[in-house]
């Protein structure tokens, strides 16, 4: 299965024949002709599948709802036992409305609204992910106007740069997401003096797309010697660390991405730096996207519908389950 399922866009359940393309048994032509195109087919024993396959690797996941808001797939990776990660108040909303605790909720995105701020803390969300200084001094006041102390993470740039497209790489020092590393102490003491803010860890997230180990390894290296140093010139106790989203998907001729792999080098890395730094060893949370749900372009479907599949066409059926 798992080899199946990390090695293509295509749902475990994709099959190629003569006739074109079937997802779970059903002609792709047939749902093109009932539903007309573009059309998003979703296999929901492929995504329930991938969904169990983070569940298994990673201590705790988000899947990162931008990927895909669908009512539907929100509400599968609920009920796999994903937590949600919302990038908007809308995104918040879309998760609340799917059936999500707002504890299993994470809101971040580094243009949040005093309104969205406001409705995260109303909703009672789990966990914000907050940019920088800034963004804690507003949620501070309106947390303390709630008498409430909102658990967050500061996200960092960890200085990592990643093979993707330059528009999705985001974890490199120019990067306008999240504190630059030399100032993420600092901003850390700040958090801790709030009152209406529990600092619980670090976050980063370093693009999308990225089809190697390296960079998350790499990240992680760097939030956990922030957490050392945060403990040893502060006493500050980082509880969580958060490597984010990213993990790349199979579209054309790139290869699959190794997420069980990934999954124990993380948890093998972070114990030794754990050990290394003297710190408790950190939850480590992931945030995955694409990768739950990389749905083939609906042009795939289109050119089933017109021909069968040949090769060299741009979706190649070669990795179907
Ligand atoms: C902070 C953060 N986490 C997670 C994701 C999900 O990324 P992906 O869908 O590539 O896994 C994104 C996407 O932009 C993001 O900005």
Known sequence: MTDAVAAGPWPRNATFDGTGLTIAGVPAAELAHRFDTPLLVVDEDDLRSRCRLVRATFPRACYAVKAFTSHSVVRIAIDEGLDLLAATGGEVEACLRAGAPASGVVFHGNAKTDDEIGLALDAGIGLVIADGLDELRRLDVAARERDRAQPVLLRVVPEVEVRTHEAIATGHDASKFGTALPAALDVMRAAEAMRGVRLDGVQAHV????????????????????????????????????????????????????????GRALLARLAEGAERWAIEVPELLVEPGRWLVPTPASRCIESSRRRPWRAGDACSPSTAA
Do not use: M, N
């Open 207 to 262: 693009g999308s797309q990225v089809l190697d180990v390296e960079p998350f390894l790499r990240t992680l290296d760097t939030l956990v010697e922030l957490a050392g140093r945060a403990k040893q010139a502060a006493g500050i106790v980082v509880g969580t660390i958060d490597i984010g989203g990213g993990f790349g998907v199979r579209y054309v001729d790139e290869h699959g991405f190794p997420i069980d792999v990934l």
